[in-house]
């Protein structure tokens, strides 16, 4: 129903403005929602707010939609952060109601606190939400049924992220379960759970309250979205195992968090991120078929004004799609480890609309099975990250797995999700074995802390070798240790241990520009909040730094195997390898490593991919020494079917060649150490047709 009304305070009258009440959930009648956050003022932007209500949203709905107001649009949800300064009765005056008057004059607004609100008495004299919320804290959060939408509005603020809060959403969300008449619910509230244009700002409460809406979507069978701000920039993404959206609808005038100028992470669960102003309209159908479309309509940024240019959108609906199960298709003979491509069917689905929108892998073993994969990755048709589509070409048919072993087999499976968020059936599991590496052995000493902290250096804060829950740790990923870098025991907010690799021996290799390094290992956490990162510096043989490989980082709570391969800059004579624990919440620092490696070769020449499943010789080989650490003699054991022409070397730490006295045996070479100095050493022995093999000789006194 329409009603006019206006305001009149002694001799003081307004102007007459209209609205429009709620409809009633049998009419069905669809809802139109703008959903913006962070408009406080930026002193450089000061008139930002008002451009995005009028230019922006006004003049967008005249446009796309035409018509009256109040028929075009039905509420303004804000999830925090209204103004700068809460407790400043001028700001809520001037730079929030004033800009928005054409707006706010004709349309409902359901805001939830931020944290600059600073939980002030003027926010509640305001705004009146329903007071449906925990006793002794009413309006803090709420919910508010809208057509076939229930909208939740939740408090991420301290001391408000309590236990109450939480119980209280866990009997509305049950309660909606039941409700015929919703079919969707939105939340909202100030923090991100994660946030790739701004890290420090997430929130694990928040991630307490995704579970929730993740879990009720699951069984319900009804789809969710939080929606959120905190950080300024817009940012879209998804739940992988449940119909739920993640969306920060910032900013509406608060200076725009850009690229690179706070700490970044590239998150699987968003698709799309962009530093902009903005705002999102959200388009609720209540027919046979319900739908939300999310639209994230652009406003530029501080150097470009942008007039309202669609640069994201998305539907999900209450009904199921249907997505046919893949097959698995590839490979299924011996593949060397360093050469597997997981390969599948196309995408296919009964809807002839229906597109590729994500797929979803596994690798494992008999043993392990899918609960605990080996290998995983979970790929969206697009990913927006520094204002680059990661995902550009890639078809998500077939998927390269890394840090598979040798002579293994292995079993795996996929599946397929459309853009509306369906998933098809896993696909029947394929299997294949894995035959010789081609790889070289693994260049790191102690790659698993089973000898404490040897060949490492602490370089920053506490870096430990902890046994399984030593000091309430985990368990290790193998063996008896792993390492706590940042602390456990003892802790310090940042920890940083390394070590250098000599790779003088392979300098023709490296030096020809084609030779790689691939690293990598086992990370995890505790909860999910602190971050382990790991990355490789090449340094010349003066030491001076000639380039960095990208950085290998995680919040999984649990063991995860990661990798990345890199070209060897030419002139590297070593490499470092450098771990990193930063902690973002609590006292310990639970950042954990665990089965480490550095393997260096010539990018893998895969050919067909099918490897022998018989250990025949390959390029490189490990190269045995005994004893070891050895005084006065060592005996090399010659490889099995190497060349009989042959040249050893041997190099120091620091990379410098050392003359060598030896003498060829029947299957063995006889090493004299008399003048050797006490110290590590490389050895190398190379044949007349390139083949090699290394080996490390740790000569003692």
């Known amino acids: 129903t329409e009603y006019f009304y206006r305001v009149k305070t002694k001799n003081a009258v307004s102007a007459v403005f209209n609205f429009k009440t709620p409809p009633l959930s049998e009419s069905h009648e669809p809802v139109r ?3 913006m956050s962070d408009m406080q003022r930026d002193g450089n932007f000061p008139d930002k707010f008002r451009e995005i209500v009028e230019d922006g949203v006004l003049d967008y709905l005249a446009e796309e939609i035409g018509g009256d107001l109040i028929h075009n649009l039905a509420l303004v949800m804000i999830p925090g952060d209204l103004v700068q300064n809460g407790n400043n009765f001028n700001e809520w005056k001037n730079t929030f109601f004033t800009p928005a008057k054409q707006l706010f004059s004709h349309v409902p607004v359901y805001p939830v606190l931020g944290n600059h609100e600073q939980n002030t008495a003027y926010y509640f004299t305001y705004f009146k939400m329903p007071e449906n919320g925990t006793a002794g804290f009413e309006e803090h959060w709420w919910y508010k049924d809208y057509g076939n939408v229930r909208i939740i509005g939740l408090d991420s603020n301290g001391p408000y992220t309590n236990a109450e809060q939480l119980s209280w959403l866990d009997d509305v969300l049950a309660q909606t379960c039941d409700a015929d008449s919703i079919d969707f619910v939105f939340a909202q509230l100030h923090h991100p759970h994660k946030s790739e244009l701004w890290t420090p700002g997430e929130s694990d409460y928040t991630g307490e309250v995704v579970a929730r809406l993740e879990q009720f979507s699951t069984d319900c069978g009804k789809p969710s979205i939080h929606f959120f701000g905190h950080t300024h920039a817009y940012s879209r993404g998804q739940s992988r195992d449940h119909k739920h959206l993640w969306i920060n609808v910032a900013t509406a005038g608060g200076a725009i968090d850009n690229w690179g100028e706070f700490p970044n992470f590239d998150y699987d669960e968003f698709s799309v991120s962009q530093d902009d102003y903005g705002f999102v309209m959200v388009e609720v159908t209540d027919d046979a078929d319900p739908k939300v479309t999310i639209k994230r309509i652009s406003r530029g940024d501080q150097d470009t004004i942008i007039d309202n240019r669609l640069t994201d959108s998305l539907t999900i609906r209450l009904n199921p799609g249907i997505v046919h199960k893949p097959v698995a298709m590839a490979p299924i003979d011996g593949v060397a480890p360093e050469c597997v491509t997981l390969e599948a069917s196309e995408f296919s689905s009964p809807n002839p609309n229906a597109s590729h929108g994500q797929s979803h892998w596994q690798v494992s073993t008999f043993d392990n099975g899918f609960n605990n994969p080996v290998a995983e990755s979970w790929k969206n048709f697009e990913n927006w990250y520094f204002e680059v589509d990661t995902q550009a070409g890639d078809d998500l048919t077939d998927e390269d797995i890394s840090g598979l072993e040798p002579f293994t087999t292995y ?12 998933w098809s059936d896993w696909s029947f599991p394929g299997i294949f074995t894995t035959g010789t590496s081609i790889a070289l052995p693994n260049m790191l000493a102690n790659p698993g802390a089973e000898s404490d902290l040897s060949n490492w250096t602490v370089v920053e804060g506490v870096v430990e070798a ?19 870098v940042g602390g456990l025991c003892e802790h310090s907010p940042v920890g940083r ?18 030779y790689i390094a691939n690293f990598g290992g086992y990370l995890s956490d505790y909860s999910g909040s602190d971050r382990p990162e790991m990355k490789l510096f090449f340094l010349d043989g003066n030491g001076m ?11 999984n709570n649990s063991w995860t195997l990661f990798s990345l391969s890199e070209l ?19 006292n310990d620092n639970d950042c954990y490593f665990d089965d480490l490696f550095l393997r ?5 020449d895969c050919g067909s991919g099918v490897s022998s499943l018989r250990k025949q010789p390959v390029y490189v080989q490990e190269l045995k020494i005994f004893p070891n650490p050895a005084k006065g003699l060592a005996r ?13 070397s041997m190099t120091n730490e620091k990379g410098e060649k050392v003359q060598l006295d030896y003498q060829r045996e029947e299957n063995t070479i006889l090493l004299n150490l008399q003048n050797l100095p006490t110290g590590s050493y490389t050895v190398m022995l190379r044949g007349k047709q390139n083949a090699i093999a290394v080996g490390k000789l740790i000569a003692v006194d």
């Open 33 to 35: 929602i703008v959903a």
């Open 545 to 555: 730094e000639l380039g960095q490989s990208g950085t290998i980082t995680t919040l």
């Open 497 to 514: 241990a390394k070590q250098t690799i000599d790779v003088s021996a392979y300098q023709d290799s490296i030096d020809s520009g084609s």
């Open 568 to 586: 060897i800059p030419m002139q590297t004579r070593s490499i470092r390898m450098e771990l990193k624990g930063t902690r973002n919440v609590g």
């Open 466 to 484: 902890l046994e399984s829950e030593v000091c309430n740790g985990i368990m290790p990923h193998s063996g008896q240790k792993y390492f706590a």
């Open 411 to 422: 079993i795996w499976r996929v599946r397929y999700r459309d853009r509306e968020m369906n």
């Open 636 to 648: 090399v054991e010659f490889p099995e079917n190497f060349e009989s022409t042959f040249m050893l």
């Open 600 to 604: 260096l070769g010539h990018s893998p």
